[in-house]
């Protein structure tokens, strides 16, 4: 089967995957695969392979590539993959995300280069890319100046989405960037221009408020998605009060995770607890959780488990 290409009426939830090593730091496809259906399971729309939360930059090429076809084979078109191709060249930019398409990819999302300081030069990186890769090529700006340390001002992005037929989706994970969300849509509204799809990241740490504000999804990878699915379609059924109620109910471990330096080791272990991979390795340079880190996480996820079932959930 071969899944829809992404576009501006995309919406649902697209986990960033993580990818699983063994406990020397190799990769682990037989926890790829586990880990692709344990996603599948829960019920996620689609997803986004090799991105930051996926420890991209610490893959080989060669490594990549296997990821890439490993999880597009196991998932055989059941859901849609957008694949990370964010790199300091043009040229692997470019043979990734062609090599991504052809083997069944929905498109491909992609980072401002590094050091880019003004509205002109983010205008001219991702304009540059957007003719490199031409119009056949889905592409999900992704805004996450937090790692990055590139602003993407909404001029910027707005200007794009005019001149790029090709950009339908944007990834908003500028941090505090609700307001930001909010200008997108309004001025998109305001001057009639093409509405694009919207999924966040951040954890999903503002997931209620972002949805209400013209989200269409999330784009991050909780390691409880059934939540980021359930929460999503309940705002789509205009049901926001018990969306957000289903949320706070998960906020307390989804805070935890979220923790910037800590999040992905805390994410991996978590994933691993639910049988859906063997190791949570990160490889390095990454974090590594000591005694209180884990005893602290096996509390919480009691504390969750413990709620969920006072709720019959």
């Known amino acids: 089967m071969t ?18 090593f063994t406990d020397s730091g190799e990769l682990d496809l037989e926890s790829t695969d586990s880990l692709t259906d344990f996603y599948l399971d829960k019920g996620v729309t689609g997803f986004t392979i090799l991105g930051m939360m996926g420890e991209a930059p610490k893959l080989t090429e060669e490594e990549t590539l296997t990821v890439m076809e490993r999880v597009l084979k196991r998932i055989d078109g059941r859901a849609p993959v957008v694949v990370g191709v964010s790199h300091a060249s043009n040229r692997h930019v470019e043979r990734l995300s062609k090599t991504a398409m052809d083997q069944g990819a929905a498109g491909v999302m992609l980072a401002p280069a590094a050091n880019l300081k003004t509205d002109e030069q983010v205008y001219n990186y ?39 037929p ?35 990241g951040n954890g999903g740490l503002f997931l209620p408020q972002e949805m209400l504000r013209g989200a269409d999804g999330a784009m991050t990878g909780f390691a409880y998605p059934e939540m980021l699915v359930q929460a999503c379609a309940l705002f789509d059924q205009g049901r926001a009060e018990e969306a957000e109620d289903l ?49 602290e996480l096996g509390r919480l996820i009691e504390r969750q488990e413990k709620a969920l079932r006072e709720r019959g959930l």
């Not at 949320?247 to 272990?269: C, D, I, S, T, V």
Request: glycine letters at 8%; charged letters at 20%.
């Open 247 to 295: 949320f706070n109910l998960y906020l307390p471990l989804l805070r935890h995770e979220f923790q910037y330096g800590l999040g992905l080791a805390l994410r991996k272990e978590t994933l691993k607890r639910r049988g859906a991979i063997r190791s949570a390795y990160v490889r390095r340079p990454g974090p590594v959780l000591g005694a209180i880190d884990m005893a």
């Open 3 to 20: 899944p829809e290409k992404i576009s501006e009426t995309t919406q649902g939830v697209y986990i960033i995957a993580a990818t699983p």
């Open 126 to 164: 991702f304009a540059t890319m957007a003719r490199l890769l031409g119009p056949d090529i889905p592409i999900c700006l992704q805004d996450f100046p937090q790692v990055t340390g590139v602003h993407m001002s909404v001029a910027v992005i707005l200007q794009l989405i005019d001149d790029f």
């Open 166 to 200: 090709q950009i339908v989706m944007l990834k908003h994970e500028d941090f505090p960037g609700m307001r930001k969300l909010s200008e997108v849509r309004a001025q998109s509204a305001a001057a009639g221009r093409r509405r694009i799809s919207v999924l966040v």
